[in-house]
C-alpha cells in the first residue's frame, strides 16, 4: 500500500468489466488513468484527489470500514450507463461457506448483547460472512449487470479494489447513502432497524407496519440518526432530520431510513469524503459509543472479517462533489471466491436468532445476484 496516494500505476483498460457507480447520477468507465491509494483517515486524502483528477474527471473511491484500512481512489472518465444486458446463463457449480456458522453466530450476538447489558455499549453491529467459491468464476460483469438489471438496493457498485490487472472486484448494492454534496447542499439517508420481507404481499405489509412500530427497531435507528446530526450538524448552517424515520424496502428488507438534508456553512472547506471521514466507521456498521463498539467489533469478530465490507464507495470529483454509500449488500469477487459480508445491529432486546435471520435475509441480495 503506498500511504503517500502517490499513482502507483497509469491508464489500464478494465479487461472484466466497466467500472460502476450508479446511484443519483449513474455512470461506467471503460478504463482507469490512475490509481491512487491510501489509508482511512488520511486527512489530506481529498486534496490529494482533486489535484490529480483532470478535467472530465471522477475519482471512484473504496474506503474500508477499519481506521487505518485502505483506501483506493481510481480516476476515470464517466461514459453514461448504458442499459443492462442480462447475463447468459451459465451451468456452474457452487460451494458456499459461512464465517461463522449461524450457532456460532447467535451466540456471538448473545455475547454482545452481555455486554450491553453490562453497559459496555448501547449499541452495536454484529457480521458475518458467507464464502462462495464458483465454478466457473463468475465475473463482475455478469453479477453488475444483474444487479443493474435488478437493481436490489439504489446504489449499484462495482470496481477493482487495487491496481493490479488480477484485482479482487468489489461488487454489490447498496441501499445506504452515507453522504452526498452538490454545492452547498449535503444529504443523508442513514438505515438502521430491519426486518426480512415476506413473499406473501399481505405478510410482507403487515411486517413494514410492524416495523415502524418497534420501539426496539425506533431506538437502534435513533442511536444512527442522533450520531449523523451530531457530526454533520455542526458544519452546517441548518439540518432538516426527520421527526420519525420512513419505512425504505429493498428486495430482501424493510428499513427505517431517515432521509436528512444540510446546507453547508463552507463548502471548500469539506468535500463529500471529508463529510464521510466525519462519520468514521458508518454508524449503521459500528455503535454507540463509537470507540467501545469498535472495540467489541474487534473482539467479536476478528479483525479481519470485514475489509472494504461497512466502509464507503462512491465517487467524488474535482469541485468535492460526489455521493458515498455505505459498503453493504456487497462482495468481494477474487477468481474463483465470492466473499459476502452482512451484519446486524443489536441493541437491548435484540433476539439472536432474529438478528441470524436478518443477517440471512441481507445476504441473499447478493447470494441471488451471483446464482449462489
Ligand atoms: C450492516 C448492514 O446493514 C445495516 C444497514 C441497514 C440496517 C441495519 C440494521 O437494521 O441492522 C444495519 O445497520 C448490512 O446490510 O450488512
Known sequence: MNPTLEPTRSASALRHSPLVFAGSDPFAADEVRRTLQARTGDPDLACRVIRALEPGERAVVSAAFRADGPVVAHLVTPRALGRAEPSPVEVRVHDVVPEPDRSAYVDLVATALDR???????????????????????SPAEVTATLLDRRPGRYVFSLPL????????????????????????????????????????????????????????LAEHAFVVDHIAAALGPACEWLEVPAAPEVLATDSMWH?????????????????????????????????????????????????????????VGWMDGDGDGELAVTIRAGVLDGERLRLFAGAGIVAGSDPLAEADETAAKLSTMTRAGGL
Open 256 to 312: 427505517l431510513a431517515s432521509p436528512i438534508r444540510g446546507r453547508l456553512r463552507a463548502p471548500e472547506d469539506l468535500t463529500a469524503p471529508d463529510l464521510a471521514q466525519l462519520l468514521p466507521p458508518p454508524p449503521a456498521v459500528g455503535g454507540v459509543p463509537t470507540p467501545e463498539a469498535t472495540d467489541l467489533i474487534d473482539e467479536l469478530e476478528g479483525p479481519g472479517l470485514r475489509g472494504p465490507f461497512g466502509g464507503f
Open 162 to 217: 487495487d491496481d493490479r490487472p488480477e484485482a479482487p472486484w468489489l461488487v454489490g448494492a447498496s441501499p445506504e447513502l452515507l453522504v452526498r454534496r452538490r454545492g452547498v447542499e449535503i444529504a443523508s439517508t442513514p438505515l438502521a432497524g430491519s426486518v426480512p420481507r415476506s413473499p406473501d404481499p399481505d405478510e410482507d405489509s403487515r411486517r413494514a407496519a410492524a416495523l415502524a412500530d418497534s420501539a426496539k427497531d
Open 116 to 138: 450491553i447489558e453490562g453497559a459496555d455499549v448501547a449499541k452495536v453491529v454484529r457480521g458475518r460472512c458467507l464464502e462462495g467459491h464458483s465454478s466457473p468464476a463468475l
